[in-house]
C-alpha cells in the first residue's frame, strides 16, 4: 500500500472570537468616549475624516486609512465638525504573537484590500442582524457557513495586511516576532520580582503590556513550563531563603514581609517547594 504522509498546516493568524462588528454613519460633532477593553480593534474610514485618540494623542484618519489598536490602549473618537463620516469597526480576540506588528499601525487600503474588507461587511450583513456589539443576533435566513466565512476573511484581511508592512520599508518585522513571547514573559517576570514583597495581580501587570490575561498566561505556560502564580510563589520562597540566611527575622515576621496572608500557609508552600520546612532550612548546612 502507498504511503502517504499528512502535512500539518501553520495557523499564523487565527480569530478566537469576534466581538463587534458595525458600519457607523457619523455625525460632524460625533464623539466616542474614552474607553479601553482587552481585544483588538480596527478601524477603517469609508468616508469623511475623523481624529482617533490613542491614550490621549490625537490621529487624523481620512478616507481610505485603516488604523489597528491593540488591547488595553484608551481611545475614544470624534467627529472632524465639517462633514460626516462612515466608519467601519471590527473588533476581535486572536492570541497570534504576529498581530504585534500591527501595533498601532496606520495605513492606506489599496483597492484589493478594501475589496476583502467589502466581502467582509457583506458576509456579516447576511449572517448577522447588525451592529453586532455585546450579543450577535442571527438572520432568520442566513446564509450557511456564514460565521466561517466571516472568520475566514478576517483572517486573510490580517494576514494580507501583515505581508504589506513586511514589504514595505516599515519593517523587517517577522524576522523578530519570534522574540515576541520572550519579551512578554521577561516582562511579566520583571514585574514579578518587583513585587515579590506585594501581592500579585495578574490583571494589572498584564494591562501594562497590552495582552490579556489568557494570551499572557498561555504564552507564559509555553515559555517557562509553569503557571505565572507558581512562578511568582518560586520567587517569593527564594526570597525568603535569602532573608533566613541573610536576616534574623523569624519565620512569622518573613512570612509577614513577603505579604503571606497565614504563616502557616507560608510554612506549607515553603515546605512544598523546598522539601523542608523553613526551620529545617534554617538548620540545614547546605543552603541552596
Known amino acids: 500500500m502507498k504511503k502517504y504522509y499528512k502535512h500539518t498546516i501553520k495557523n499564523i493568524v487565527q480569530i478566537k472570537n469576534i466581538v463587534t462588528i458595525e458600519y457607523l454613519e457619523l455625525p460632524v460633532d460625533y464623539v466616542y468616549p474614552s474607553e479601553k477593553h482587552e481585544f483588538w480593534e480596527l478601524v477603517y474610514i469609508d468616508k ?15 478616507e481610505g486609512d485603516l488604523f489597528f489598536l491593540s488591547p488595553y490602549q484608551q481611545h475614544s473618537i470624534k467627529g472632524n465638525n465639517e462633514r460626516s463620516s462612515n466608519i ?24 484589493s484590500e478594501k475589496g476583502i474588507l467589502t466581502k467582509l461587511l457583506e458576509e456579516a450583513e447576511n449572517t448577522f442582524a447588525l451592529p453586532v456589539r455585546k450579543n450577535a443576533s ?3 435566513n442566513s446564509r450557511f457557513g456564514g460565521e466561517q466565512m466571516i472568520k475566514l476573511y478576517m483572517e486573510l484581511f490580517l494576514i494580507t495586511i501583515l505581508r504589506k508592512k513586511n514589504s ?22 520583571a514585574a514579578m520580582k ?14 501594562d503590556i497590552h495582552y490579556s490575561r489568557s494570551y ?11 503557571s505565572i502564580i507558581t512562578y511568582f510563589n518560586e520567587l517569593k520562597i527564594t526570597e525568603a531563603k535569602k532573608l533566613i540566611r541573610e536576616t534574623s527575622c523569624n519565620m512569622a515576621e518573613i512570612s509577614d514581609r513577603l505579604n503571606f496572608s497565614d504563616p502557616r500557609y507560608f510554612n506549607l508552600l515553603f515546605k512544598k517547594i523546598t522539601k523542608m520546612t523553613p526551620i529545617q532550612y534554617k538548620n540545614s548546612i547546605h543552603r541552596v
Open 48 to 62: 469623511g475624516s475623523i481624529f482617533y485618540y490613542i491614550d490621549g494623542a490625537p490621529t487624523f484618519m481620512s
Open 88 to 111: 467601519f469597526v471590527l473588533c476581535f480576540n486572536s492570541v497570534s504573537p504576529f498581530l504585534s506588528m500591527l501595533h498601532n499601525y496606520k495605513t492606506k487600503l489599496q483597492r
Open 138 to 140: 442571527y438572520l432568520e
Open 168 to 189: 514595505s520599508k516599515e519593517g523587517n518585522a517577522f524576522f523578530i516576532v519570534d522574540n515576541v513571547a520572550e519579551e512578554i514573559v521577561s516582562s511579566v517576570i
Open 194 to 207: 518587583k513585587q515579590v514583597y506585594e501581592k500579585i495581580y495578574i490583571d494589572e501587570i498584564c494591562e
Open 216 to 226: 499572557v498566561s498561555k504564552l507564559f505556560k509555553e515559555q517557562t513550563g509553569k
